[in-house]
């Protein structure tokens, strides 16, 4: 297990929506088994706090929301105005950036973060992380569902869930 420095610690922020169509895309299908995965993100990165965005709340997904939440994730809802709700996609990366940023600005102690997506705009957070010192890995969905951005990271920086599907499958 990779410890983070003393007093520090490992934080994952996880794209819901990208995660979940990232696994329904591969042939076959899988589901992602949420209470091994974040065990998986505790022993294998050190992950002490996991944040899991989500586009909208949506009454009708409450067991979902609290089967995220049992697993250990900390939920972040995308704020909409109430006219375009329903009308919009989850959006939560500049969601994500703001608060990983906000972090840094603030100085919160942490050692690294860890990534779940294969969106392309977090390319830019990716480059700055891993230029301060800041960055452990992103953790693509499937090989497909990683943005051409990416090409150029070295391996020691991603890796695709489909390598460990066999851990963390439902």
């Known amino acids: 297990m990779e410890k983070g420095k003393a007093g520090k610690e490992n934080l994952a922020f996880i794209d819901g929506q990208n995660l979940y169509m990232g696994t329904m895309s591969d042939n076959p299908k ?21 944040y899991y965005f989500l586009g909208f709340l949506n009454e009708d997904y409450q067991e979902l929301y609290d089967e995220i939440q049992e697993a250990g994730f900390i939920l972040k809802f995308r704020e909409h105005s109430s ?45 700055f992380l891993i230029e301060e010192g800041k960055f452990r890995k992103i953790l693509f969905p499937n090989k497909g569902f990683a943005s051409s951005l990416y ?20």
Request: no cysteine; charged share 35%.
């Open 30 to 50: 899988w589901e992602i088994d949420l209470l091994k995965f974040r065990k998986y993100l505790t022993q294998k990165y050190n992950v002490q706090k996991a």
């Open 151 to 170: 090409k150029k990271i070295t391996r020691v920086y991603f890796d695709y869930l489909i390598n460990i599907k066999h851990l963390i499958k439902r």
């Open 83 to 127: 006219v375009m709700i329903g009308k919009k996609k989850g959006n939560v990366d500049s969601d994500i950036i703001f608060d990983i940023m906000k972090r840094i600005y603030k100085k919160e102690l942490f050692d690294k973060i860890i990534l779940v997506s294969g969106d392309g705009d977090y390319k830019m957070l990716v480059d």
